[in-house]
């Protein structure tokens, strides 16, 4: 079956702790998305990336890095610099711009 | 920056009635697109239904469907035969031609009664 997935499902970081959330899918598409949802909001955009070894800031990025080594895999990586981690990530991917985003189940991040 | 309005927080319908949910949008952009995505309590986001702005016909899918109003920069869902299923956050979302990003509303829950 052709999808996204992210794991995992559940994230418990602790104060001063690097956390990485993994995105893979395997729908052959170029692009791939991190959006971050909190109670009552819509989703914002926190980072894309179009190619491999290529990605962009969204609106959020601060607090946040990713990597784009394999067109299948996005990972985000919350830092310690991430004051107000505790939120609803998402994943997306598209086959390019203009394209229909298509997402994954999410990660729950809770900080202990 | 291009901003969606949702201004129904909630709404509810009876099973098997019919439903409109609102979506307004502000942009100066010509060349977009629109979508409606469904979050259930999984939380997962499914696309329901997307509209080119180019095209001058309403997007339809099953018992979807919308009312692009371009002029007045509109563009709301209707559900039709509503089931217990349709229950869930509704989002509709913009994606301007020349960009990636999604601008998502705040959302509406809707609650199908039986």
């Known amino acids: 079956d052709g999808g996204i997935t992210q794991s995992p499902k559940y994230l418990f970081r602790k104060e001063g702790q690097n956390v990485t959330l993994s995105c893979e899918q395997n729908?052959?598409?170029?692009?791939m998305y991190w959006y971050r949802q909190d109670p009552g909001q819509g989703l914002r955009l926190i980072y894309y990336?179009?190619?491999?070894?290529?990605?962009q800031k969204g609106d959020i990025a601060e607090g946040y890095s990713v990597s784009r080594e394999k067109k299948e895999s996005f990972p985000l990586t919350v830092t310690s610099a991430q004051k107000n981690p505790t939120a609803f990530y998402l994943c997306?991917?598209?086959?390019?711009?203009?394209?229909?985003?298509?997402f994954g189940p999410g990660t729950r991040l809770l900080v202990l | 920056a291009q901003t969606v309005t949702q201004s129904q927080p909630e709404m509810s319908v009876q099973e098997a009635e019919t439903v409109t949910l609102s979506c307004t949008y502000d942009?100066?952009?010509?060349?977009?697109?629109l979508f409606w995505y469904k979050q259930p309590p999984s939380r997962q986001m499914i696309l329901v239904i997307r509209?080119?702005?180019?095209?001058?016909q309403n997007a339809t899918e099953n018992r979807f469907s919308v009312n692009f109003q371009k002029a007045a920069k509109s563009f709301s869902l209707k559900i039709s035969d509503s089931q217990l299923g349709d229950a869930a956050m509704y989002f509709c979302?913009?994606?301007?031609?020349?960009?990636?990003?999604?601008?998502f509303g705040k959302g509406t829950l809707l609650t199908v009664n039986p």
């Open positions: 997306a991917s598209s086959t390019y711009a203009q394209e229909t985003q298509y």
């Open positions: 729908l052959n598409h170029d692009a």
């Open positions: 990336s179009q190619i491999v070894n290529d990605f």
């Open positions: 942009t100066s952009e010509s060349d977009y697109y």
């Open positions: 509209q080119e702005a180019y095209k001058q």
């Open positions: 979302a913009f994606l301007r031609g020349s960009n990636y990003k999604l601008t």
